[in-house]
Nanobody
Framework: QVQLVESGGDLVQPGGSLRLSCAASGNFFSINAMGWYRQAPGKQRELVATITTGGVTNYADSVKGRCTISRDDAKNTVYLQMHSLKPEDAAVYYC?????????????????WGQGTQVTVSA
């Protein structure tokens, strides 16, 4: 069983900063891509940022220049540093990761989601 646990969500004022963390635990051989998604009330879940095992990152246009995704493979953890937060950034932020049970063409890969952490941006 694999588990992803997010933390770091909070209430911040516009212009503020937050750092989200997501730690993976359980039985797996390796973690492939990791990412952050968010879902605001009444809206679909959307991509915020992803990072590959090689450190290649991808960001939604709405957060480019304000967010940085990083990972610490020794800790099985992915981070999202957010700056200059706007009210429209308010959402539940979810961590996603793709896990492998081995190597080679027969390895099974599955993606998992965390339970989410609430980010509120309000004065």
């Amino acid at each position: 069983q694999v588990q992803l646990v997010e933390s770091g969500g909070d209430l911040v004022q516009p212009g503020g900063s937050l750092r989200l963390s997501c730690a993976a635990s359980g039985n797996f051989f390796s973690i492939n891509a990791m990412g952050w998604y968010r879902q605001a009330p009444g809206k679909q879940r959307e991509l915020v940022a992803t990072i590959t095992t090689g450190g290649v990152t991808n960001y939604a246009d709405s957060v480019k220049g304000r967010c940085t995704i990083s990972r610490d493979d020794a800790k099985n953890t992915v981070y999202l540093q957010m700056h200059s937060l706007k009210p429209e950034d308010a959402a539940v932020y979810y961590c996603n990761a793709v896990f492998s049970d081995g190597v080679g063409p027969h390895a099974i890969r599955n993606d998992y989601w965390g339970q989410g952490t609430q980010v509120t941006v309000s004065a």
